[in-house]
Each structure stands twice: as structure tokens, then as C-alpha cells.
């Protein structure tokens, strides 16, 4: 069983800076994509980044230049560091993983739970 665990959401003041991360845990051969999601109250679920495990970045263009995806694939972990943060930023955001659990699975894609972050004054 492959488990995702978020952290790191919270409220920050517009301008601020959060930094989320996710770590898989469990029965794990191999990681192929990980990718954070975010999902506001009234709007569907959208890519907001996404990192190969060679460490190849895609961004929405609403966060390119604010936020960065980095991870460790020793840990297998990922992180999104988010700068500038406005309120639009608002959301749900979930952690994603394609994962093959054994050397003889296909990837299977695994969701976090999700972590709230909310930009207010």
C-alpha cells in the first residue's frame, strides 16, 4: 500500500511564502511523476506543477516564476516553495505520484490527502 502525506499548508498574508511538501511512504519500486494539484472552493482540481524523476519542471502559468517544484528521490519526496503568494492561491492543495509499487507493477497514480492554504490579510 502506497501512502502520500502532505504538509506544510497554513494562512499567510498576500506576498508571503509557504512551503508544502509530501512524502511517500510504503511499498515502493519506482516514482515516476510527482505533481501538486490545487483545487478552490467552486472550481475543478488544476495542475499546478509537475516534476519528472529526472528532474524535468512544468508550471501552470498562473504560479510560473512564484512557485518551484524540487524533489528527492532518494526520500521520495516533493516539495512546492510558493513566493509571492495572492489570494487567487487559495485552495486545496494535493499531492500526486505515479507509483510501481513492485518491480513487476504498472504505475498507478496515488493522491495525498490534501493541505489547505489560504492567502488573507
Known amino acids: 500500500q502506497v501512502q502520500l502525506v502532505e504538509s506544510g499548508g497554513g494562512l499567510v498574508q498576500p506576498g508571503g511564502s509557504l512551503r508544502l511538501s509530501c512524502a511517500a511512504s510504503?511499498?515502493?519500486?519506482?516514482?515516476?511523476?510527482m505533481k501538486w494539484y490545487r483545487q478552490a472552493p467552486g472550481k475543478q482540481r488544476e495542475l499546478v506543477a509537475s516534476?519528472?524523476?529526472?528532474?524535468?519542471?512544468n508550471y501552470a502559468d498562473s504560479v510560473k516564476g512564484r512557485f518551484t517544484i524540487s524533489r528527492d528521490n532518494a526520500k521520495n519526496t516533493v516539495s512546492l516553495q510558493m513566493n509571492s503568494l495572492e489570494p487567487e492561491d487559495t485552495a486545496v492543495y494535493y499531492c500526486?505520484?505515479?507509483?510501481?509499487?513492485?518491480?513487476?507493477?504498472?504505475?498507478?497514480?496515488?493522491w495525498g490527502q490534501g493541505t489547505q492554504v489560504t492567502v488573507s490579510l
Open positions: 510504503g511499498t515502493i519500486f519506482s516514482i515516476n511523476a
Open positions: 516534476i519528472t524523476s529526472g528532474g524535468s519542471s
Open positions: 500526486n505520484a505515479d507509483v510501481r509499487p513492485e518491480r513487476w507493477n504498472i504505475f498507478k497514480s496515488y
